[in-house]
C-alpha cells in the first residue's frame, strides 16, 4: 500500500493507492507526513572512513561514539516535484540521498529487537545541504534553508520493505546515474537508530528519521537547471527539479 498527500484546491487531502502507477505524480504532491524529520548524520561508512584523521585530531580526539543527531524545520519540507531553491553565494551545494524511516505510533525507549514494530513504513529524503564544516555539531545554517529537505512521493508500508537494511540507493542528475550506496553502509542500523532517538525523546506517528547520508562528493553537488532523482530500491523514486533561489 502506498500512502501519499496532495494539494486539490488548496485543500491537503490523504489518499493510498494499491499501485503506484495509481497516483498522479506531479507538483501537487505534498511531503506523504506532517510530523518532525530528524536526521542522523556521519551514519555512513565510507563518510566516516573519510573523515578518520580528522576525528583523531584536536579538539576532537576520538570519533563520536553515538549517533549525531540534527533537525530539517518544517521550512524545508518540499514534496515531489517541487523545486529545491538554491543560492548563489553559499558555496556548493549537495543532495543527500536517503532512506526515510517513517513511524507508525508514539515511540518511546525502545528496544532495537523490538524498534521495527513502531515503523509504518519507509519513504524517500533528499537531504539537501550547504558544505559542512562540522559533524558533530551540523550547522543549522547548512542544513535548514528553505525547500532543503524534499520526501516523498509516498510512503510504502514496511511489509513491502522485507530487507530496510540492504536497499540499493542510485542518484541521478538530468538522468545521468552519480552516485549509487546502500543502507547496508549505514554504521547504525535502522533498528538501532529507531531505539536510540527514542531512548530520550519521544516519536510520533508520522515523524520520520533520515537513516544516513553518504560523503558529499563532487558527484552530488547540484545546481540551477538540473533535475535530481533518487531511487531506492522497493521503495519508489524521488524527482525534484532545482531553481536559483
Not at 511489509?159 to 552516485?179: A, C, G
Request: charged content about 20%.
Amino acid at each position: 500500500m502506498f500512502h501519499y498527500r496532495q494539494k486539490e484546491s488548496n485543500e491537503v487531502v490523504s489518499k493510498t493507492a494499491d499501485a503506484s502507477y495509481e497516483i498522479r505524480l506531479d507538483d501537487t504532491m505534498l511531503p506523504p507526513t506532517s510530523g518532525s524529520v530528524i536526521g542522523v548524520a556521519l551514519n555512513n561508512k565510507a563518510l566516516a572512513k573519510s573523515l578518520e584523521q580528522v576525528f583523531n585530531e584536536k579538539p576532537h580526539v576520538h570519533p563520536p561514539k553515538t549517533p549525531v543527531l540534527h533537525i530539517k524545520t518544517d521550512n524545508t519540507h518540499i514534496g515531489y516535484a517541487n523545486s529545491i531553491k538554491v543560492p548563489s553565494d553559499k558555496g556548493a551545494i549537495y543532495a543527500g540521498p536517503s532512506l526515510g524511516i517513517v513511524i507508525g505510533k508514539k515511540t518511546t525507549r525502545v528496544n532495537v529487537s523490538d524498534a521495527l514494530d513502531f515503523v509504518a513504513g519507509f519513504t524517500i529524503v533528499n537531504e539537501v545541504s550547504l558544505a559542512e564544516t562540522s559533524f558533530y555539531r551540523p550547522a543549522v545554517k547548512a542544513k535548514c534553508r528553505d525547500t532543503f529537505c524534499p520526501i516523498g512521493p509516498w510512503t510504502v508500508d514496511k511489509e513491502s520493505v522485507s530487507k530496510p537494511n540492504n536497499l540499493s540507493i542510485n542518484t541521478f542528475i538530468n538522468d545521468t546515474l552519480v552516485h549509487e550506496t546502500n543502507t547496508d553502509q549505514l554504521i547504525y542500523s535502522v533498528e538501532e537508530v529507531i531505539s536510540y532517538i527514542s531512548s530520550f525523546m519521544t516519536l510520533e506517528a508520522g515523524d520520520i528519521i533520515i537513516a544516513g547520508t553518504p560523503e558529499r562528493t563532487p558527484d552530488l553537488e547540484i545546481k540551477p537547471g538540473d533535475s535530481v532523482m533518487i531511487d531506492i530500491e522497493g521503495v519508489g523514486r524521488l524527482v525534484n527539479p532545482v531553481e536559483q533561489e
